[in-house]
């Protein structure tokens, strides 16, 4: 089994900034794609970015140009960088990694973002 961990959530103005982090532990043998999600109250779970084992990324829309996401392969960690947070961004996020062919989910973390 893997276990993910995350951190970095809390309470922001709109304009700030905050960083997500999500380590893995556990059997870990070779992770590929990992990711970060996010559900608001009432909304379906959303893609926001993932990156490939080679470093490639994609981005929701409305994240481009403020998210950043990143990975370290050493420490089995995937990590979100949000700058200019706005209201909108507030959510439960959540990481996502697959590896053998099965998605393993961390627990999430809240964001919000207060105008």
């Known amino acids: 089994q893997v276990q993910l961990v995350e951190s970095g959530g809390g309470l922001v103005e709109a304009g700030g900034s905050l960083r997500l982090s999500c380590a893995a532990s556990?059997?870990?043998?070779?992770?590929?794609?990992m990711g970060w999600y996010r559900q608001a109250p009432g909304k379906q779970r959303e893609l926001v970015a993932a990156?490939?084992?080679?470093?490639?990324?994609n981005y929701v829309d409305s994240v481009k140009g403020r998210f950043t996401i990143s990975r370290d392969n050493a420490k089995y960690t995937v990590y979100l960088q949000m700058n200019s947070l706005k209201p909108a961004d507030t959510a439960v996020y959540y990481c996502?990694?697959?590896?053998?062919?099965?998605?393993?989910w961390g627990q999430g973390t809240q964001v919000t973002v207060s105008s």
């Open positions: 996502k990694i697959s590896q053998k062919f099965r998605d393993y």
């Open positions: 990156i490939s084992s080679g470093g490639s990324t």
């Open positions: 556990g059997s870990i043998v070779s992770i590929g794609i």
